[in-house]
C-alpha cells in the first residue's frame, strides 16, 4: 500500500502525530491484538484529530458487522481492497464522509496482486506467496479473516525476486498464512517456489516464513535440502503437545507425525534449527494433557518457542465448546511451558559454540556490535571495524547468550 501510494505522490510521514492519512492495517488472531488495534486507532484519533484514518485488514474483515470498532474511523477496508487505496481516497476527497468497503471473500477469488520492490531492512525481504487457509483449526479465526487458500504463480514470484535483487537484497523470505498451503489450486507446492526464487542471480539466502506440518513429506524436505541457497530454520507450528488436544483443536497431525518430519529435517540438513508456536491453557486442557505437551517440547528441544495462552475468538468453534479454563490457569502453564522451552533454547545456542558458520551481516548495534544471522538463523555479534553491513562472512562461534552468540571471523 505504501508503494502505491508513494507512485501516486504521496510521501511518507515520520509519524502518526503528523500525518494526513494514517493508515492502520491490522492483526486479529488474538483479542490481545484487537484490544490493541482500538487502543491505537484512540490514541491516532486523540493527537491527531484531522487526520484521515483507514482501517485494513482481518479485524474490519473478521468482524465487518460490528460497526462499533470503526466508528472513530473514515475509511473501512478490510482485506480484499487494499489494492484500491488510491482511488478509495481519492472518492474520500471527492466526497468526505466514512467509506467502507469490506468485500467477503470469494470461494474462487485469486491472489492479491501486490508487490514489494523495497524494504526498510536492507540485506533481507519478504515476499508473500501464500493467503488464506482452508483448515478450520477450531481456535483460529484466520479463515474467516482471510478466506480460501490462493497462491502467488510462480512467474510473479519470480518476477517479484527478480526486482528485490535488482535493489539490492540479498535474503528473501517466502511467508503467507498457510506456507505449507502453497500451490495446492495449481498442483506445486512450496519446494516450487523455493526454486524458482533460488534460480535469481544475486539472491544468496531462501527462507520459509511459519509453516504447518502439513504436506512437509520426504520428498518435499529431500528437494528443499539440495537447494544451496536455502536456509535450514524451520518454524514449525506444533501449538500442542498432546494429540488430545491436537484433536480437539482440529488440528491434522498428532505428534508421531510431528516427530517424523523433525527427524527428516535433522537427517537431511547440516545444523537446521526448528523453532515453533505452543498454545497453554486450550478449551478442556486437563493438567495432564499439559504435561504431555511440555514432555513432547523437552523431547523435541526446539531451539526457541514462542509460547502463548488460548485466547478466546468469537466465530469459531473453541468460543462454543466446554472447559474454558480461568485466566491465571493459563498464565501459569504459560510460565511453566516458557520456563521449559528457554532452557531448549540455552541448550541449542551452547551447541552452536565451536562452529564456523557464514553470517549475512545486517546492523550494527549500541556497543559497536556488527550483528547478523546464520543459515539457521541464529543471532550472531562480531567486533570487527573491517566489516560492511550486507556482506556475508565466515564467523567461528565462541560464546552462547539466551537470545545471540558471539563470534570471531575467520579469515
Ligand atoms: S492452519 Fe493455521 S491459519 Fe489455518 S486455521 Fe489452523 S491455525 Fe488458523
Known amino acids: 500500500m505504501s508503494e502505491l501510494l508513494i507512485k501516486n505522490g504521496y510521501t511518507k510521514a515520520d509519524d502518526h502525530s503528523n500525518a494526513d492519512i494514517c493508515i492502520i492495517n491490522t492483526c486479529t488472531v488474538t483479542s490481545t491484538g484487537d484490544s490493541k488495534n482500538r487502543k491505537y486507532i484512540n490514541r491516532v484519533r486523540r493527537e491527531n ?11 474490519p474483515q473478521a468482524f465487518a458487522d460490528n460497526s462499533e470498532l470503526f466508528r472513530d474511523c473514515d475509511i473501512v477496508m478490510g482485506n480484499t481492497a487494499r489494492r484500491d487505496i488510491v482511488s478509495v481516497l481519492q472518492d474520500y476527497y471527492a466526497c468526505p464522509g466514512q467509506i467502507i468497503r469490506i468485500d467477503s471473500h470469494q470461494k474462487d477469488e485469486g491472489f492479491e496482486p501486490m508487490e514489494i ?27 474467516y479473516a482471510r478466506g480460501r487458500v490462493r497462491s502467488k504463480p510462480l512467474d510473479d514470484i519470480k518476477k517479484e525476486a527478480l526486482s528485490l535483487a ?49 504436506r512437509m513429506t520426504e520428498d518435499v524436505l529431500s528437494a528443499l535440502a539440495a537447494e544451496d541457497k536455502f536456509c535450514p530454520h524451520f518454524h514449525l507450528s506444533l501449538q500442542s503437545g498432546c494429540d488430545v488436544t491436537l484433536k480437539r483443536m482440529r488440528r491434522h497431525y498428532d505428534t508421531a507425525e510431528y516427530r517424523r518430519i523433525v527427524e527428516d529435517i535433522r537427517r537431511m540438513f547440516i545444523n537446521p534449527s526448528i523453532t515453533t508456536d505452543v498454545m497453554v491453557g486450550f478449551v478442556g486442557e486437563t493438567e495432564e494433557d499439559f504435561r504431555a505437551s511440555v514432555d513432547f517440547c523437552d523431547e523435541i528441544g526446539f531451539a526457541r518457542t514462542h509460547v502463548f495462552p488460548y485466547s478466546r475468538r468469537k466465530g469459531t468453534a473453541a468460543d462454543k465448546m466446554d472447559g474454558h ?87
Not at 49 to 59: E, F, N, T
Not at 356 to 385: A, C, I, R, S, W
Open 49 to 59: 484529530p484531522d487526520c484521515i484514518i483507514v482501517l485494513c485488514g482481518c479485524m
Open 117 to 143: 520492490s523495497s524494504f526498510e531492512e536492507r540485506t533481507r525481504a519478504y515476499i508473500k506467496i501464500q493467503d488464506g487457509c482452508n483448515r478450520f483449526c477450531t481456535y483460529c479465526i484466520i479463515p
Open 166 to 214: 535488482k535493489n539490492g537484497f540479498k535474503e528473501l523470505v517466502l511467508v503467507g498464512i498457510n506456507l505449507s498451503a502453497y500451490g495446492q489450486e495449481f498442483d506445486l507446492d512450496i519446494k516450487d517456489a523455493v526454486r524458482a526464487v533460488c534460480q535469481v542471480d544475486g539472491i544468496t539466502r531462501v527462507r520459509l516464513g511459519s509453516i504447518e506440518p502439513e
Open 325 to 411: 479454563i480461568d485466566e491465571r490457569e493459563k498464565r501459569r502453564r504459560a510460565e511453566i511451558m516458557i520456563e521449559h522451552t528457554v532452557a531448549e533454547q540455552r541448550a541449542f545456542m551452547q551447541s552452536q559454540i565451536g562452529l564456523t558458520m557464514p553470517v549475512l551481516f545486517e546492523t550494527v548495534d549500541k556497543q559497536g556490535f556488527f550483528e547478523g544471522y546464520t543459515p539457521n538463523y541464529t543471532k550472531v555479534k562480531v567486533k570487527d571495524d573491517t566489516l560492511r553491513g550486507g556482506e556475508s562472512v565466515d564467523v567461528k562461534i565462541t560464546e552462547a547468550f539466551d537470545d545471540y552468540c558471539v563470534g570471531e571471523v575467520v579469515r
